[in-house]
């Protein structure tokens, strides 16, 4: 799903744009302004506007207004996000025919269950583009990245390297050449291009592809660092022809976020990926979410084999202060898969700044299971064997007793779709517990 | 438990429900602090020019952005401050200056309290599996 915020609170923007990345695993880009937003909407595909009401220059309400008398526009989903209450304004607000009504403040858990229960599905549009995000970077899979910036260029490939070979050229007629004599899968276009300019780069980029697929990235300049805004220059009206787009930093964690959407994947991900294709506009950051929910739930410890149909399995592996390797597997039953929409699939644990995040709530779980299981318990060790990371088990493996103890627990309350296995190998004494 | 990272907060936000919504993402928290440090100032600053020019639909539209911007980070009683300034200026009646001197003052509070807060929180690269 692709989103556009337009709220003119930076920090709201914020929590939104947090919630559809990691707990939906949507991607979204902001806006706090209605004119630019209207503006962003007629030159690029969305699938949903999350649409603050009260905003200066142009609010809510002008922008449902210039929507809904658009040919184009005029079924786009739109929520609001507000905390108005009036009856007056709500009552206002059917005429427009607004897919739900959010209420600030906003809260993760509430407004992941009201999106995903709108049954949202990404426009046909994008059925194209979706063919092409599966092209990704790899040791067998060299990009191109155009861009005439030297120093960016050194940084891009020093980082995007370890993923796979990145060719360079410094500018669009010279990119276009590298790509003619030698076409690749993907190509990022950045910035000082020389002569040739950004849409007759691209448009000369899909002539020369031919009938071959080409994904043709923007690297666009981020107006503000923290809050990720791509500034979009009025006169680029290229944006329909980017297949997907990335921010341009410096930043080696940022970076390292913004690529991961290009690189391939490996391990259980990429295997449900390709088995399940349909699950893939769904899935991203089901580890954190699982993890989310487990932190406001209610734990019950399962000792012994946590019995059940199994359909999905993901591990994540984290080495904490160089004292504890942590895994977390985390697997859901058939059932589940419809239950949690289909999201299910967690980051690997190499993915950035996302892995930090694991790391922070893995060690709020281990926390929990202090808590909850004693140190004895805890003290327990290994990961699954590595196979098993791999595969779609029918039921979670009895681990032999010389590799510790393992706690398999799930939810309560009636929300129980999933099993989680965590294990801690203590890397040096002491004990865990001090 | 987790309270090892949550040093002394004030009284102007929850700072446990704040670090649990968040997954006690310290990078995530911290870029928040300083959003809501650069866009408070700026709601604050309209809101007294408000007052000064008398605007009552000028003072409800800001203190109705100060109560949906503060709500992300519990600020129960600053938000319920924005809420009262808000429902005066709406019914069109003059809202009582000291309100607003109160509001200035618990932006105030809040934002040096967060920011504070935040900066003592442990970056992902310092987490550590919590001990009893």
Redesign the interface.
Known sequence: MNVLICD?????R??LK?ILT?TLGWSSVETGDGVEALDMLSNKRFDLLLLDL?MPQCDGFEVLEVLRASAKLRDLPVVIV??ERRREVIVRLTEYNVAGYLL?????EHVAARLTGLGLKATAHYGVRGEVSEMCVSPDHPALLIDGNLDFRHFFTSEAERFGPIRAAESAAAGLAQFRASPVDVVFVGTKLGIMGAEMLVRKLRDAAGERRVRVVSVIESANG??QTFARRAEDRVHAAWDDEMNRTFLPSEFAKEFARFVQKTGPVAALAKALPEFRLASASAV?QV??MM??AEVETVHGAFDMSVAIHSTIAID??E??H?SVSVYLSEAAVDEVNGVLIGPDASSG?RA??S???V??V??RL??HAG?KSVRSVCSLPETMTHDVPDQLPDLPPEQGHTLHFRTTGGRAPFAVALK?ELLEQPA??? | MMSATLKSPGPAFDASAVFLEFGGDAVFIRRLAALLSSSLPVYVSDMLAAARARDVHRMATVAHAIRGSVGNVYAHQLAALAGVIERTARNGRAVDLSQVSDLEKAVRDLLSEFVLWAETLEGPERARPNSR
């Open positions: 003119n609170d930076a920090p709201t914020f929590v947090r990691q009260e507000s905390q600030k403040p906003l809260r993760a923290n809050v954190e993890f989310g932190l406001n904490i202060d004292r504890f942590v700044d930090a995040t790391s922070e709530l060690n709020l281990a926390g202090h808590a140190d801690i865990l517990a001090s």
